[in-house]
């Protein structure tokens, strides 16, 4: 009677002969591999016998060291959660995006405001320092109230005077 091979003896005839392919045995990068090793003990043999020889492993050992490990019982990142605490986070940070929404366009109703006293400072200060002579320049900067956003104009005597620098 032949009987089939068991699943171990399978495995361990085969040998991981680099950290490459005992990374790709536990399906995790080299440097991991190499951290396991060093800090928790994972079952590496070096032939030379120094920390900088190569090295190969059996996978019947890495089995039995993974199957020792500790496994952490925790709340995971994939883990699923129930479709009604999703949907009360969504509506928490709707509600949150329109509170912010609120403070952003009250900031820009005080910001214009802001804007308009200061061109009529800017002007009422022009007009009582040299009453015969145009507004200065800075005063045209600010003189348009039908502007959305913060947008500028620059008068003549500026783009002349930045030439010549």
């Given at each position: ?53 190569a090295v190969f ?40 995006s329109n509170r ?19 061109r009529t400072t ?44």
């Amino acid at each position: 009677m032949i009987t089939q091979p068991t699943a171990r003896a399978v495995t361990s005839t085969i040998i991981l002969n680099s950290w490459k392919e005992i990374a790709q045995y536990l399906n995790r990068g080299v440097r991991t591999v190499q951290r396991w090793e060093a800090e928790l003990g994972m079952p590496v043999h070096r032939p030379r016998g120094t920390i900088h020889s190569a090295v190969f492993a059996l996978p019947h050992e890495i089995d039995d060291w993974l199957k020792s490990r500790p496994v952490r019982k925790g709340k995971s990142k994939t883990s699923s959660s129930s479709p009604w605490t999703t949907v009360a986070r969504l509506k928490a940070l709707v509600q949150e995006s329109n509170r912010l929404s609120g403070h952003v366009e009250n900031s820009r109703a005080q910001f214009l405001t802001a804007m308009e006293k200061l061109r009529t400072t800017v002007r009422s200060m022009a007009n009582t320092e040299q009453p015969n002579q145009l507004a200065p320049p800075c005063v045209d900067a600010f003189s348009s109230s039908a502007h959305s956003g913060l947008e500028f104009t620059h008068s003549k005597r500026d783009t002349t005077r930045a030439a010549s620098m």
